[in-house]
C-alpha cells in the first residue's frame, strides 16, 4: 500500500484520488494539461464548455467523499436550487408539474466544480498532481499478470496500483487490444451535437425559474435545449441534436446563428430569453458520435493491478446528466472495496469492474431505451424494448399532471431510487387509468 498512480487527471481521476489517499502512502495523479490558475475549461476536457449537472446521488456522494464541499460551491457563486420549483422543464410536449419536494440541486459550470475538487485534493499531504505528462506504456510482468505502473517519454513510474481514468480513449483499451485480450463492448450510435454558448441576460429580465429544459419529443423532434444559471449571475445556453439534426457550420458562423438554432427547438421559450441577451463566450461545440460501456467486468484473464473509472469504463449520453454521478458512485464503491479487500489487492480490479457494471448497468438501460426512439439509432437493443419505451412515456406524461408519479421519477432521474420504485401498484393503477381516459 506504498504507491498508486492515476492516469488522468480529469474529474474521475480527481475522485479516484481522493479514495486511494486514504490508503496508499502517496498518490500521483499524470495529467495532460498544465495546471490551472483558475476555474477554466481544459484543453483535454473539451466537453467542459457545456452544461453539467450533478445528479442527487453525485451530490450526496460528492459531499461524502470531500465533506463541506457544497458549501464551498455556493460561496464561490454557484447556485442553490429548488430542484421541482426551480427547474422548468417541457418533456415529451408537456411541462412538468412544479412542486416543492423538498429536493435541492447546484448549479454551475464544471470548471468551477473540477476547479473546487482539485483545490481540495491540494490539501491531501500525500496528493500530488504531475502535469504536462503523457503515459506512453503500461509496465506488466507477465509472469504474474500484472501491471506493476506506467512509461513516461523520459522516465517510468511504478506502483502498486494504477487507475486508469483518461476518458473512452484510454490507454489501456489499445494496450489489451495489442496483446489480444478481447474486451467485450455495448456500443449505439447516437450522433449527437452539443453546441453552448453563455450570456448575460438584460437586468430588467426576470424569470421564475433557474434552470429550464425543452427536450425533443422523438422521433419527430431531434432539437433540444437546457438554459442554466450559473456563477456570476451568467447563464449558460446548451443546444444538442441527435444524428446531425444541427448545421454545425451556419450555428458556428456567428451569435445570429447561434440564436437562429433556438428557434428550432419545440417551444421558443429559450430564444425570447436570450434574444436580447449579451454573448459572453464563443460558440463551443462538442459531438458524441456514439456512446460505450467497455465490458472490462467480463475479461476473464484481466490483469492485475489495474482499475478503470469513469468514462475509461463507460460513456454515457450527456442529455440525460448522468456522467458525473456515476463516476462518483464508482468512485464511492472504490472507497468501499478498498476498506474490503485490504491486504488482498489482487481481488480488487475484478471486484471493482463487476461492481461498476452494477451501477452503470441500470441507467445504461435506461438512456438506450430513450435513444432508441429514433429510427437512425443502430446498436443492440435492450429486450422488451417497446414495452419500456411506452411505460416510460406513460411515467414522462404523468409527471406533468401528477405529483406522486413525477416525485418518484425525480427520484429515479436522480439515482437515489431503483427503476423499479415506478412500478408501485399505485403508479401502474394511475397508468392504466391514463391510458384508458381521453387524457393526452
Not at 109 to 137: A, C, G, M
Request: proline residues 5%.
Amino acid at each position: 500500500m506504498e504507491k498508486a498512480i492515476i492516469i488522468g487527471g480529469g474529474i474521475s481521476g480527481k475522485l479516484a484520488a481522493r479514495v486511494l489517499s486514504d490508503v496508499y502512502k502517496e498518490v500521483i495523479i499524470l495529467e495532460r494539461d498544465s495546471e490551472s490558475e483558475g476555474p477554466s475549461s481544459r484543453k483535454g476536457a473539451p466537453q467542459g464548455e457545456h452544461l453539467h449537472a450533478l445528479l442527487h446521488a453525485g451530490e450526496y456522494g460528492l459531499e461524502q467523499l470531500f465533506p463541506g464541499i457544497t458549501e464551498e460551491f455556493y460561496d464561490s457563486g454557484a447556485v442553490k436550487i429548488n430542484s421541482t420549483i426551480d427547474l422548468s422543464w417541457f418533456h415529451h410536449g408537456a411541462w412538468k408539474i412544479r412542486y416543492d419536494g423538498g429536493y435541492s440541486t447546484t448549479l454551475q459550470t464544471r470548471p468551477h466544480l473540477e476547479w473546487h475538487i482539485e483545490k481540495y485534493l491540494k490539501k491531501i499531504p500525500n496528493v500530488v498532481f504531475h502535469y504536462n505528462q503523457v503515459v506512453q506504456d503500461l509496465l506488466y510482468n507477465e509472469t504474474e499478470n500484472r501491471i506493476f505502473g506506467v512509461q513516461l517519454k523520459d522516465t517510468s513510474l511504478t506502483a502498486d496500483i494504477v487507475v486508469d481514468a483518461s476518458g473512452v480513449s484510454s490507454l489501456t483499451s489499445s494496450w489489451l487490444t495489442k496483446r489480444n485480450i478481447q474486451v467485450p463492448d455495448e456500443k449505439v450510435d447516437i450522433n449527437l451535437s452539443y453546441i453552448s454558448k453563455q450570456f448575460q441576460l438584460v437586468e430588467n429580465h426576470d424569470t421564475d425559474w433557474k434552470i429550464k429544459m425543452v427536450y425533443p419529443n422523438p422521433p419527430h423532434e431531434k432539437i433540444g435545449g437546457t438554459i442554466s444559471r450559473v456563477e456570476d449571475n451568467r447563464f449558460i445556453v446548451t443546444i444538442m441534436g441527435y444524428h446531425n439534426a444541427i448545421n454545425e457550420k451556419e450555428v458556428l458562423q456567428s451569435d445570429i446563428g447561434f440564436l437562429e438554432l433556438t428557434k428550432q427547438l419545440p417551444r421558443l421559450d429559450i430564444y425570447e430569453t436570450i434574444k436580447n441577451a449579451t454573448p459572453l463566450t464563443k460558440t463551443s461545440l462538442y459531438r458524441i458520435p456514439s456512446i460505450v460501456w467497455k465490458r472490462f467486468d467480463k475479461v476473464g484473464n484481466f490483469p492485475n493491478g489495474i482499475v478503470l473509472i469513469g468514462d475509461t469504463f463507460c460513456r454515457i449520453d450527456p442529455v440525460f446528466g448522468q456522467g458525473m454521478s456515476i463516476a462518483i458512485l464508482e468512485a464511492v464503491a472504490l472507497q468501499m472495496l478498498l476498506q474490503t479487500h485490504k491486504g488482498e489487492l489482487h481481488k480488487l480490479p475484478k471486484a471493482f469492474h463487476r461492481m461498476a457494471a452494477k451501477i452503470i448497468s441500470p441507467i445504461w438501460n435506461m438512456v438506450i431505451t430513450e435513444d432508441f426512439r429514433y429510427p437512425q439509432t443502430t446498436g443492440k437493443r435492450p429486450f422488451g424494448l417497446f414495452i419500456q419505451q411506452w411505460y416510460a412515456r406513460k411515467i414522462f406524461l404523468l409527471s406533468s399532471q401528477n405529483n406522486e408519479v413525477y416525485d418518484a421519477f425525480v427520484k429515479v432521474m436522480n439515482l437515489v431510487r431503483p427503476i423499479s420504485s415506478l412500478m408501485t401498484p399505485s403508479i401502474i393503477k394511475a397508468i392504466l387509468i391514463h391510458t384508458f381516459s381521453k387524457k393526452p
